[in-house]
């Protein structure tokens, strides 16, 4: 136990993301067995420090952070260690990885009907469906996205501000005001584009390369998150790895004739690609109209831009990314489905949007537009990187 003890000491005084992050704040933090789902690299594990670190100090013992990637879990029960732990006055035990654990959901149900007095706060891989596929959890966990940088946390990290975030609809009603009070003291257009590059991810503030970085990161989402958590069978993977490419196809040229055809040139049969994007409905697509790659879907996007570079870095569109920024940062709090036949979203069921590259289009006084290369709009033409301050 002293060992982990002399862990948590370490991390907390030495891990910490340069931002405090907004979901830190809309935690219920009295609730007993509480759940941080988010993708791969988004800064799950400081997070969890970030909490210890805010609420508790690194030298308080009330309060602790293991992984159960650990090896002395394969010889000891979490339940186990979380009874000892308790019994040493703990009270807060912050698991990582819990994945990594093969009873993990069982576990964590009897820690939580038998040690009331011990919360349990665990991390897992955006793929993780808590509920769904956890019955011991239903009704008593309580799960939490944590999504990589806004744009706002970005520009607030490398500006050096404070500014706080906005709902949509202040945004749609207040854009000029609120446009014009940022752009008194900063440039924001002058970060935009390094946002889209590389911004979504913490990660990017290490000293290495960002894309061969993100490349990693993405394989380990398809050959851990994927297939070790869905327990899918490895011959799958090159499909699957086909089907990204497909899905980032789409987004350059979302036609479904396109990807029908890019089926046929798949080594393997239709209906697998369907069974895995089925079982691994994760977040690194968003989806516009309906499932990823089923016949309902309309669009495909990637889940953020900075996931496009790394893959074919020549052939990046640059409307796709500005639908892809769009999209993922309105995903947290609002509602998106495909918009009329001259509209790329519906937001809310009532505003239509279209994103452009810049204010020198055709207005349509029943339509919104997300329009890039601007700083300050006028009327329905909103800014694009204004949407990036909704958290």
């Known amino acids: 136990m002293e060992a982990f003890f002399k862990t948590h000491k370490y991390l907390v005084e030495h891990l910490y993301s340069p931002v405090r992050r907004g979901l830190m704040d809309e935690i219920n933090w009295e609730d007993r067995l509480i759940g941080i789902k988010g993708s791969r690299g988004v800064g799950k594990t400081t997070f969890l420090l970030d909490y210890a670190r805010e609420y508790f100090g690194a030298d308080n013992k009330e309060c602790l952070y293991i992984n159960l990637n650990h090896f002395y879990f394969t010889e000891r029960t979490l339940v186990d260690f979380a009874a000892e732990f308790r019994a040493k006055g703990g009270k807060v035990l912050l698991i990582d990885q819990v994945f990594k654990y093969s009873n993990w959901s069982r576990e964590l149900r009897y820690c939580y009907d038998n040690f009331e007095d011990l919360?349990?706060?665990?991390?897992?891989?955006?793929?993780?469906?808590?509920?769904?596929?956890?019955?011991?959890?239903?009704?008593?966990?309580?799960?939490?996205?944590?999504?990589?940088?806004?744009?706002?946390?970005?520009?607030?990290?490398?500006?050096?501000?404070?500014?706080?975030?906005?709902?949509?609809?202040?945004?749609?009603?207040?854009?000029?005001?609120?446009?014009?009070?940022?752009?008194?003291?900063v440039r924001p257009m002058a970060y935009f584009q390094d946002y889209l590059h590389h911004g979504f991810y913490p990660f990017f503030l290490e000293k290495r390369n960002f894309s061969e970085n993100l490349l990693k990161t993405m394989n380990m989402m398809l050959e851990v998150d994927v297939l070790y958590i869905k327990q899918i069978e490895q011959s799958y993977l090159p499909s699957y790895a086909t089907t990204l490419l497909i899905g980032y196809e789409r987004s350059l040229y979302p036609k479904r004739e396109s990807v029908e055809q890019g089926y046929r040139d798949i080594p393997g049969h239709r209906d697998e690609l369907y069974q895995v994007f089925d079982r691994c409905s994760f977040d690194e697509y968003a989806v516009s109209g309906g499932r990823i790659l089923s016949e309902e879907a309309s669009k495909v996007y990637m889940y953020n831009s900075n996931l496009m570079y790394p893959i074919r870095p020549m052939e990046v569109n640059a409307g796709a990314v500005r639908e892809s920024f769009f999209y993922n940062q309105l995903l947290k709090d609002n509602k998106l489905n495909e918009g009329n036949k001259n509209a790329h979203f519906l937001v809310n069921t009532m505003y239509n949007f279209r994103i452009e590259e810049s204010m020198k289009v055709k207005n349509n006084p029943d339509m919104y537009y997300a329009v890039d290369k601007t700083e300050i709009g006028e009327g329905n033409m909103i800014p694009l990187w204004l949407f990036g301050f909704l958290y």
Do not use: W
């Open 119 to 185: 919360k349990i706060v665990f991390s897992g891989s955006s793929v993780m469906r808590l509920k769904e596929e956890n019955p011991d959890l239903s009704g008593k966990v309580v799960s939490y996205n944590l999504r990589g940088f806004s744009f706002r946390e970005f520009l607030n990290l490398m500006s050096g501000n404070q500014f706080s975030a906005y709902t949509f609809d202040e945004v749609v009603e207040n854009h000029q005001e609120i446009a014009k009070r940022i752009c008194s003291v």
